[in-house]
């Protein structure tokens, strides 16, 4: 099958099983909806995490930057298509957020959870996203990585707590926007490895897998503390949040997903398995895997079976149209090259 022939399957499939998902939501808008967050939340983790290490290639130099700048470039790309998938959040946010229309718990909540408010910070981070990715695509400054990783990073914790920490209004914990920074970033480089092993064995796979295993080490710092300070601490509020995936379900996707991040991650600590490319590319699937499970965990407890339909349903429509979009880019690079 041509390149012209597998993207147009792909969008045509992604099409068909978003409009799928959507249209759950004639059954049940706050259980569908939430679950089209998880899967657009998903999404975007690609371009927003590839863009962080991207910027970060811009001010920490190494061999590392040889096998990764050009996927990282290939998954900023994608930003167009993580902001359209929001679309449908903003467009229900009312059976989304239990706050919306709620009286405000508190005068910073009444101006921070306003509908208007929400829905311009997430403009403005698509904007912002889109804006680096098009500058990042060529040589940057280091001055403009360091600016810009700032305004990223920072811009990042306040989008994190919107979309998901927000579902819960009570709930609260400062380490929610860096946890979900940890998914993201981790998530971006798997898959950025995964397409670069996809191109050929990296020249540098020891030093690839390292990076893999560091991020992988951030993520289970991230993961588990905040838990142990809240559980630690008997904060009612956050107990509570935990109390919701307490439920042998969700309990089985997390250990899942820790199964999938933590196999690697003691895996990659081996030199034999950190310098071969295969090994690497498995624990990059497995990372990938594991951390689109954990987002699923994040978003939709207490949304019952349609939540979960309508997330598996959109996590393959947009996941077919964002392969779609790189085909695209690949043909239309080719073609003028």
Known sequence: ????????????????????????????????????????????????????????????????????????????????????????????????????????HS?????????????????????????IASRAAGPIS????????????????????????????????SAFGAQVIAFDVCIALAAMILLR????????????????????????YFQFMPFLIIWSGNLPDGVAWYMARDTFGWVAVLTVAAVLGGVPMLALFAPQVRRNPRWVAVCAAAVLAGKALEFGWLALPGRGWLGVVAWLAALAGLGCLAIAAMLRAARLTEAVL
């Open 1 to 104: 099958m041509s390149l012209r022939r597998k993207e147009w399957a792909l969008a045509v499939i992604g099409a068909v099983a978003a409009v799928v998902a959507l249209l759950l939501a004639l059954l049940g808008p706050r259980a569908a909806l939430t679950g089209w967050l998880g899967a657009a939340v998903t999404l975007e983790a690609l371009p927003a995490g590839a863009l962080i290490l991207l910027l970060i290639m811009g001010l920490v130099k190494g061999k590392w930057v040889d096998d990764l700048r050009g996927p990282a470039r290939v998954f900023g790309a994608l930003w167009p298509l993580a902001g359209l998938a929001f679309l449908p959040v903003l467009a229900g946010m009312a059976s989304i957020y239990p706050w919306f229309g709620a009286p405000p």
């Open 107 to 131: 005068a910073f909540a009444g101006v921070w959870l306003n509908p208007l408010f929400f829905i311009a910070r997430t403009i403005g981070w698509v904007g912002l996203g889109w804006f």
């Open 142 to 173: 280091e001055g403009f990585a360091a600016g810009m990783l700032i305004a990223l990073v920072v811009y990042a914790q306040f989008v994190n707590t919107d979309w998901l920490m927000t579902l819960d209004p009570k709930f609260a914990s």
């Open 197 to 220: 092993v996809a191109g050929g064995a990296p020249r540098h796979t020891g030093v690839v897998g390292g990076m893999l295993v560091t991020l992988l080490l951030i993520w289970a």
